[in-house]
C-alpha cells in the first residue's frame, strides 16, 4: 500500500503557456477560463508570441491570500520561451521554485535566457537524476541517429539553479504543488518511445525516459489539475499515479504533452482517448507534443471537456 502525501488543496490555479507549438492570434475565444495573448503593443498589433516544438509554462497557486509561482519546464530554442514572457509582461521574477519535468531539448533549451530574467541564484530546480543522463538519441536505424543536446548538472548550475534531485514525490511551495517523480508505467498499453536510447558505460540501452514527470496541485472541492511535459510515461500512467499518491479520484483538469503525435504512437490515440473518459476529467488541455490528430481525436470525442491551447494562453481554474 503506498503511503499518500497530503497536497494542500488551494482556491486557484493560473497557468501562463510560455511556449507550446500553437498559435492563433485571431481566436477572440476568451472566457472565464481562457484568456488569450493579444497582439497589442502600445495600442499597434505588432505583439507577436512565438509558437515553438516545446513547452514551457508559469504556474501559480493560491491559498488564503498567499500565492505561489513555479516554473515549469524552459521551452526549446535559447530566447522563444523568454521572448515570449517578456511580451506576456510575465513577472519572472516572481519564480520561487522550478521544475524540469524531463531532460529532452524541447524543455530544456531556454534553461539561461529564463533564468535570466529571474534574476535569483540557487533557486530551486527539482529533477529526477536521470535527466542527466547521457548520450541520448533518438535511433532511425543502425546509421541514423539524432543526438539530443547534452543537459549537465555544470550547465544547471551555472544558469543559476540549486538542483534537487528526485525520483520521488516531493511537495513543493507550503505543500500546493506536488512533483509527481517517477511514474510506474502501468497500463498495457503505453509502452514508451521505441526509438530512445542511450549509451552507459559505451553499451547501447533503450532509453525508458523515466526521468518524465508531472506537477500537480489539487483544487479545492474540484479534484486534481495536472500538467505534464510529454507524457512519456503515458498520461493514463501520469493520472492513475497522480491519484495513487494523492488519494484524490477527482480530476479537474489534465493538460500538457501526451506524445502521441507521428506513426509511432497513431494507433493509441483512441485508447488513450477512451481511457481519458473514463477517469472523466472535467477538462482535457492536450499541448505541445500530442499531435495533430490525437489533439483533434480528442477534441471530437470530449467536446465540452476539450480546451485548445497556445502559446501565451493564461488558463484560470478556481
Not at 163 to 178: F, G, R, V
Request: charged letters at 20%.
Amino acid at each position: 500500500m503506498m503511503a499518500q502525501i497530503t497536497l494542500k488543496a488551494v482556491n486557484q490555479v493560473d497557468i501562463l503557456t510560455l511556449q507550446d507549438n500553437y498559435i492563433e492570434m485571431t481566436a477572440m475565444d476568451n472566457n472565464a477560463i481562457v484568456t488569450r495573448a493579444a497582439p497589442l503593443k502600445d495600442g499597434e498589433i505588432r505583439a507577436s508570441i512565438l509558437a515553438e516544438h516545446g513547452f514551457s509554462a508559469l504556474i501559480k497557486t493560491s491559498i488564503a491570500g498567499i500565492i505561489h509561482t513555479l516554473l515549469f519546464d524552459f521551452g526549446f530554442s535559447e530566447g522563444g520561451a523568454a521572448q515570449n514572457a517578456n511580451t506576456l509582461g510575465a513577472d519572472m521574477r516572481e519564480v520561487e521554485v522550478a521544475v524540469l519535468s524531463h531532460g529532452h531539448s524541447d524543455h530544456t533549451g531556454g534553461l539561461q535566457k529564463l533564468t535570466a530574467l529571474i534574476g535569483k541564484r540557487d533557486i530551486p530546480l527539482i529533477v529526477h537524476p536521470s535527466a542527466f543522463k547521457s548520450p541520448r538519441y533518438l535511433k532511425f536505424g543502425e546509421d541514423f541517429k539524432i543526438n539530443f543536446p547534452k543537459l549537465t548538472r555544470e550547465m544547471v548550475k551555472e544558469a543559476g539553479f540549486a538542483a534537487i534531485e528526485s525520483a520521488a514525490p516531493y511537495l513543493l511551495l507550503d505543500d500546493t504543488i506536488l512533483f509527481l517523480g517517477e511514474i510506474p508505467r502501468k497500463t498495457d498499453f503505453e509502452k514508451g518511445f521505441p526509438i530512445a536510447h542511450w549509451q552507459k558505460d559505451g553499451q547501447e540501452l533503450w532509453d525508458a525516459i523515466e526521468d518524465d514527470t508531472s506537477i500537480v496541485m489539487n483544487l479545492k472541492d474540484k479534484g486534481l489539475v495536472i500538467v505534464s511535459g510529454c507524457a512519456h510515461a503515458g498520461i493514463v500512467n501520469t493520472i492513475q499515479y497522480a491519484m495513487a499518491v494523492t488519494g484524490i479520484n477527482k480530476i479537474h483538469a489534465v493538460m500538457g504533452g501526451f506524445h502521441l503525435s507521428g506513426p509511432l504512437f497513431e494507433q493509441i490515440i483512441d485508447r488513450t482517448a477512451e481511457e481519458l473518459q473514463k477517469l472523466n476529467p472535467v477538462y482535457v488541455i492536450p499541448t505541445h507534443c500530442t499531435g495533430r490528430k490525437a489533439i483533434m481525436a480528442m477534441e471530437i470525442q470530449m467536446p465540452d471537456q476539450f480546451i485548445l491551447n497556445m502559446a501565451g494562453t493564461k488558463l484560470t481554474f478556481t
